[in-house]
């Protein structure tokens, strides 16, 4: 059973506000990663992260900001939200490239 | 060319048949390969990896792997309602840290 938790589930929250998505796994992985998915729709990369102190942008580009400061953390912030952002954001980690990724249960965010 | 290629479907089955997912990729080099489940508003789900060429089966799942075809298949036998959802095949490229993941294929198995 894979152990990565995300917060909130949902989040409903009006323009311009600062929001953070958090992201936690307790298996030790090296590689963390954000996708972000609208629904129906298929899964972009949007940030990943070798491990502490690394990020990298994903193949879709995002106005959101991560940071990677401890190996089981991982979040994700936009400074101000838009409409735009509405969307459910996944996050997901991994040993290696080589290895499964395993997600959370996503957050649901709703821009108003 | 998409690096991850699949039918969008749906693919409609009866259930107890034999439901058959497929996907191509254009790396040839890729290494590893994944199938996952997403049922709607959820996250994806790992069912089944394989790396090499061949068959490779789990209770009611096998995935096969050609790489010299450079496809990668999901069969699932005695098909449920259950198992209705999109199904999600994932390429690992050569020297890349990140999966490709393709649109998806959404099955739908009906009673």
């Known amino acids: 059973e894979a152990d990565i938790y995300q917060t909130p589930r949902y989040l409903v929250i009006g323009t311009g506000k600062k929001i953070t998505l958090e992201c936690s796994q307790t298996?030790?992985?090296?590689?963390m990663y954000w996708y972000q998915q609208d629904p129906g729709m298929e899964l972009h990369l949007i940030h990943y992260?070798?491990?502490?102190?690394?990020?990298e942008k994903g193949d879709l580009s995002s106005e959101s900001t991560v940071s990677r400061i401890r190996t089981e953390h991982f979040p994700l912030t936009l400074e101000s939200a838009r409409p735009s952002h509405t969307s459910q954001y996944l996050c997901?980690?991994?040993?290696?490239?080589?290895?499964?990724?395993?997600f959370g249960d996503g957050t649901r965010l709703s821009i108003l | 060319q998409k690096e991850v290629e699949q039918n969008s479907g749906p693919l409609s089955v009866p259930e107890g048949a034999i439901a058959s997912l497929n996907c191509t990729y254009s790396?040839?080099?890729?290494?590893?390969f994944f199938w996952y489940r997403q049922y709607s508003g959820k996250s994806p789900e790992l069912i089944m990896f394989?790396?090499?060429?061949g068959d490779k089966e789990d209770g009611r799942f096998t995935a096969q792997l050609n790489k010299a075809s450079q496809y990668v298949s999901l069969l699932i036998r005695d098909s449920q309602p259950s198992d209705s959802a999109t199904y999600l095949c994932?390429?690992?490229?050569?020297?890349?840290?990140?999966?490709?993941f393709g649109t998806g294929t959404r099955l739908q198995v009906f009673p």
């Open positions: 790396d040839r080099g890729s290494q590893s």
């Open positions: 394989i790396y090499s060429n």
């Open positions: 298996m030790g992985h090296d590689k």
């Open positions: 994932a390429v690992t490229p050569p020297a890349a840290d990140k999966l490709i």
């Open positions: 992260s070798y491990g502490v102190n690394s990020t």
């Open positions: 997901a980690s991994s040993s290696n490239s080589n290895q499964p990724q395993h």
